[in-house]
């Protein structure tokens, strides 16, 4: 009877210890499933918009594609040899959606640590006179956001991100 008793603890010992041992398993697991967003921000670097972000909870060694966006408004001038912009037609204004996309590996922790450039809009079909050299005047943006489009999770970065004028001596840029 004692011997029967010794072995119902044993198999019951065994099936607590593979429990533990499932659960070990399964907790890392679950959070290695559990994208998130760590820190993000932007930052200009002259006309561009440089958006830096941290995501954790992704799996080893994963490739997570990411899409940085914003709204964006932009001044282009046009500037002569006398560094002037000689009249007023000779500027323009675009607004629209701009957005970078990279793909980053998640390595061995699981994590991402990446920045995308965002680039103004393009002044499209505006050019400028010959001996005239087109320039971006100025830049906002606005609505910036980066996606992790692999997994469907997307960080609001608050804020207006705007240059003043980039042409200070430029006469009529700004």
Same mark, same amino acid.
């Given at each position: 009877?004692?011997?029967? $008793?010794?072995?119902?603890?044993?198999?019951? =010992?065994? &099936?607590?210890?593979? @429990?533990?041992?499932?659960?070990a !398993?399964?907790? +890392?697991?679950?959070f290695?499933?559990?994208?998130?967003?760590?820190?993000?921000?932007?930052n200009l670097?002259?006309?561009?918009?440089?958006?830096?972000?941290?995501?954790?909870?992704?799996?080893?060694?994963?490739?997570?594609?990411?899409?940085?966006?914003?709204?964006?408004t $932009?001044?282009?001038?046009?500037?002569?040899? =006398?560094? &002037?912009?000689?009249? @007023?037609?000779?500027?323009?204004? !675009?607004?629209? +959606?701009?957005?970078?996309?990279?793909?980053f590996?998640?390595?061995?922790?699981?994590?991402?640590?990446?920045?995308?450039?965002?680039?103004?809009?393009?002044?499209?079909?505006?050019?400028?006179p010959?001996?005239?050299d087109?320039?971006?005047?100025?830049?906002?943006?606005t609505?910036?956001?980066?996606?992790?489009?692999?997994?469907?999770?997307t960080?609001s970065?608050?804020?207006?991100?705007?240059?003043?004028?980039?042409?200070?001596?430029?006469?009529?840029?700004?």
């Open positions: 009877m004692q011997r029967l $008793a010794q072995r119902r603890a044993g198999r019951l =010992g065994d &099936a607590v210890e593979t @429990a533990l041992l499932l659960m !398993v399964a907790i +890392p697991a679950a290695a499933d559990s994208p998130h967003f760590i820190s993000a921000s932007a670097s002259g006309a561009n918009l440089v958006v830096s972000f941290k995501e954790a909870g992704l799996g080893t060694n994963q490739l997570i594609t990411y899409v940085a966006s914003a709204d964006a $932009a001044v282009y001038v046009c500037v002569n040899n =006398g560094g &002037a912009n000689p009249s @007023a037609k000779n500027k323009t204004t !675009v607004s629209g +959606p701009v957005s970078a996309t990279g793909t590996s998640s390595g061995k922790n699981g994590n991402v640590t990446a920045s995308l450039t965002l680039n103004p809009p393009s002044a499209g079909s505006f050019s400028c010959s001996g005239q087109l320039e971006v005047a100025s830049v906002s943006y609505n910036v956001a980066i996606t992790d489009t692999t997994n469907g999770v960080e970065i608050p804020g207006t991100f705007s240059t003043g004028c980039l042409l200070p001596n430029v006469r009529g840029a700004c």
